[in-house]
């Protein structure tokens, strides 16, 4: 079985200040990895994901994620943040012999604040 | 515009009552989800199909129906035997080509209150 782990439920900074959003996760067998962002009362977007080659994948906004499969994370890195970034980030796991089936961790609240 | 439309926004129940959520996909998607998202907590999945006439059991399905009778929509109903069917539901659509770029697409979610 997979999980995902989220030790972080929320992460006040400053603007402009940069910022580590906590990815584990456990598994016995490889996965895809996958960052979604959830603005309120709105569905989850895709920000980032990890399916093969460079450990290192960015999104269009800035945002960074490292794979490290020795320490079985995926940390989501921003250099510099700003007002608009506050939002609920997911991180999520797929196992690459399935499609389908997609686990979430519990979520981060990012807030930044002026 | 191809997306994921998802309707009520909000919904209102009395309990007991059966209630049934839209979710209608444009992206020529075969597969489509369901999930329940509680507060602190992530996404749950209730029911998947990956084909027309065909589902499967999440996770957390006890409560919960679905049908796909059309590749573009997958209705779920939340059942009187739902325990604790205040919730944001969240509908999500992927191909299942076996592609790497297999990616779950969501939609704006539908908020359930059970008064």
């Known amino acids: 079985a997979q999980s995902v782990t989220q030790l972080d439920s929320q992460v006040p900074v400053f603007e402009e200040a940069p910022v580590e959003l906590r990815c584990n996760y456990s598994?016995?067998?490889?996965?895809?990895l996958f960052w979604y962002v959830q603005y309120p009362n709105q569905g989850l977007q895709l920000l980032l994901k990890y399916l093969s080659g460079s450990t290192l994948v960015e999104s269009i906004n800035g945002f960074e994620a490292e794979f490290n499969k020795s320490q079985t994370s995926f940390h989501l890195r921003k250099p510099s943040v700003h007002i608009s970034d506050t939002a609920e980030y997911f991180c999520?796991?797929?196992?690459?012999?399935?499609?389908?089936?997609?686990?979430f961790g519990s979520g981060t609240r990012l807030l930044v604040r002026p | 515009d191809g997306g994921i439309t998802q309707s009520p926004k909000y919904l209102f129940r009395k309990e007991g009552q059966n209630v049934t959520l839209s979710c209608e996909q444009n992206?020529?998607?075969?597969?489509m989800y369901w999930y329940r998202q509680d507060p602190g907590q992530g996404l749950r999945l209730i029911y998947y199909?990956?084909?027309?006439?065909?589902?499967q059991k999440g996770d957390i399905a006890e409560g919960y129906s679905v049908s796909r009778e059309k590749k573009e929509s997958f209705p779920l109903t939340v059942t009187s035997a739902q325990k604790n069917p205040t919730a944001f539901y969240l509908c999500a659509s992927s191909s299942i080509s076996g592609a790497l770029t297999d990616t779950q697409y969501f939609g704006p979610g539908t908020r359930l209150t059970v008064l």
């Open positions: 199909s990956q084909i027309v006439n065909d589902f």
């Open positions: 992206l020529n998607h075969d597969a």
């Open positions: 999520a796991v797929r196992r690459m012999d399935s499609s389908y089936k997609l686990i």
């Open positions: 598994s016995s067998v490889s996965v895809y």
